[in-house]
């Protein structure tokens, strides 16, 4: 199979996928779009209203301001793959839960896999701790770090800029360094964890 024929497959597990109860409430699950050799995948929390509405991701505000994100270093949403932590929408956009995030793990860690972008942007906190559990987003944003032999890049997700407009700049000048970082993919170093994380590892 190629790359987009596997991404294709998990795309139509996604959509009649059981796992969790998100299953119930959903009109469309949202398994994510993109070209299988993307350099850049961006990785979002979970689908919106109107993602559930349509089953693609990132086509609400949240993602009018991610596409102006993309215009302003020069791409489209055509030229990266957007997908999300978890596939379908939590009633009233709710954080997702633990259990919901378990259940819908293996389709993100499979996307990545096939995909092996060049870099992963991670959008908000959701998608950090995929990659970084023990970081906090208000001190890792903007800064990319190797993990899993991949090179993992946290953002603020442009929802909180929408909300927060001191947010705005901050996400702008982040994703700003997107294409330098890109260069030099081999120049970023792995991710270390917190000293506080190691030391609660000891116990
Ligand atoms: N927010 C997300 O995290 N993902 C989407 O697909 C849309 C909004």
């Given amino acids: ?3 987009s024929e596997q991404l294709e497959q998990i795309a139509s597990e996604v959509r009649v996928c059981t796992a969790c109860l998100l299953s119930r409430g959903r009109t469309n699950a949202v398994p994510g779009e993109g070209p299988a050799d993307a350099a850049i995948m961006f990785v979002g929390e979970a689908p919106g209203f109107h993602e559930d509405q349509q089953g693609r991701p990132f086509v609400g505000a949240a993602g009018r301001f991610l596409e102006e994100l993309l215009a302003s270093i020069g791409m489209t949403r055509e030229q ?8 379908c929408r939590p009633p009233a956009n709710r954080d997702p839960l633990p259990e919901e995030i378990v259940a819908c793990q293996s389709f993100l860690d499979r996307q990545l896999e096939i995909i092996r972008p060049k870099m992963v942007v991670t959008l908000g906190r959701f998608s950090m701790a995929r990659f970084f559990p023990e970081a906090r987003i208000s001190q890792v944003h903007g800064q990319a770090r190797r993990f899993e032999g991949m090179v993992c890049y946290p953002m603020y997700h442009p929802a909180a800029a929408l ?19 890109l260069g030099s993919t081999d120049q970023i170093t792995e991710y270390e964890p917190p000293p506080q994380a190691e030391q609660l590892k000891l116990f």
């Fill in 1 to 3: 199979m190629s790359k």
């Fill in 80 to 87: 990266v793959f957007i997908a999300n932590v978890i596939k």
């Fill in 163 to 181: 909300h927060q407009p001191s947010l705005r700049r901050v996400v702008e000048e982040d994703m700003a360094r997107i294409p330098e970082l």
